[in-house]
């Protein structure tokens, strides 16, 4: 299978490993955009690409851009969209309801999501949508056995208007806890950090999914603190509370977990270890990049021009009988 495959050249995730496993699988010709590229894939594609070489084209580019172009991106055939942030379509935020409305434009291409629930959401809405977790870069990221002499810890941005809520929740535990708020550069300043910090506070507030960083996390041998998505998204990833991960839905519960571990070392190494395993068993990128691969094999939906009528009834939300 032959696909090419379009990314952002100016990207904050290093996220090299996965690309690198999606190609592993398939014949991949992957370009990186730039964001003057991403601003008129018209132009792009006129220049530099052939459609007919590819058996899937897939799109991993700036959503704020891909929606400015939907005229042109309807005449792509074979076209599947890899998305991380389509849980933005349900929380409070700026993209609240625009994934749904830019997906309702091109009904029939696939699209790829991170998020358990989102997926059900966004198949219950009609769109081939396939569940592909997210995961970590597993020669990044490792657990190197250091000495744990940060016991509290969240490594990460909160400047986002996205991250309000965690920003929020950190801050206000920081006040009660010695714990370490800080940022570091990807690569090895990122790798020492997370080594060194015993319980690491993960705050993915009322973002219905898990981000990267939780995987992270867990890869490098933390006990990791996670704000509860939920049964079914816990189900989906294999998060089992105070096994191999340990939830919390406010401050009290999160304090009262942690005095359980902060008084028996030995049950939070444990929680620690099956969490790592977890994570190197079934979220590396090497597995994730595969698991994309097996996503884009299946049949695409066909792609069918809808009469005047029936656009209008779509546009204002009707079934036109």
Not at 15 to 38: G, K, N, P, V
Not at 190 to 202: A, C, D, E, P
Not at 215 to 241: I, P, R, S, T, W
Not at 308 to 320: T, V
Request: overall charge positive.
């Amino acid at each position: 299978m032959k696909v090419l495959f379009l990314v952002q050249k100016e990207q904050r995730i290093i996220l090299d490993r996965f690309y690198d496993a999606i190609d592993a699988h398939c014949d991949m010709d992957i370009r990186w955009l730039t964001s003057a590229e991403q601003d008129n894939l018209k132009k792009y594609f006129k220049q530099q690409v052939n459609v007919a070489d590819y058996d899937r084209i897939m799109l991993f580019l700036r959503f704020k851009k891909e929606i400015r172009q939907v005229s042109f991106i309807k005449t792509i055939p074979n076209l599947v969209f890899l998305e991380h942030d389509a849980y933005q379509n349900y929380i409070d935020c700026k993209y609240k309801g625009k994934f749904s409305k830019h997906y309702k434009q091109l009904i029939w291409a696939r699209i790829l999501t991170s998020g358990a629930v989102v997926t059900k959401r966004l198949q219950a809405e009609g769109y081939d949508a396939v569940f592909v977790p997210k995961g970590y870069d597993q020669q990044l990221l490792y657990n190197m056995n250091l000495e744990r002499d940060i016991e509290l810890g969240f490594v990460g941005s909160i400047k986002s208007a996205t991250y309000s809520q965690r920003k929020e929740f950190l801050e206000q535990l920081a006040t009660q806890e010695n714990m370490l708020l800080t940022r570091t550069k990807s690569g090895d300043e990122y790798l020492q950090t997370l080594n060194r910090i015993r319980f690491f506070v993960s705050a993915d507030i009322g973002m219905g999914e898990y981000m990267i960083k939780n995987f992270e996390a867990m890869a490098c041998g933390c006990v990791l603190f996670a704000y509860d998505q939920g049964h079914e998204e816990n189900k989906a990833l294999g998060f089992e509370d105070m096994h191999n991960i340990v939830l919390y839905k406010d401050i009290e519960s999160l304090k009262n977990k942690l005095a359980v571990l902060r008084a028996d070392a030995d049950f939070a190494a444990e929680i620690a270890k099956n969490g790592q395993k977890l994570a190197e068993d079934k979220y590396t990128f090497a597995q994730q990049g595969k698991a994309v691969v097996d996503a884009l094999r299946a049949p695409l939906r066909k792609k069918v021009e809808l009469s005047y009528p029936q656009k209008i009834c779509r546009l204002l939300g009707f079934k036109y009988l």
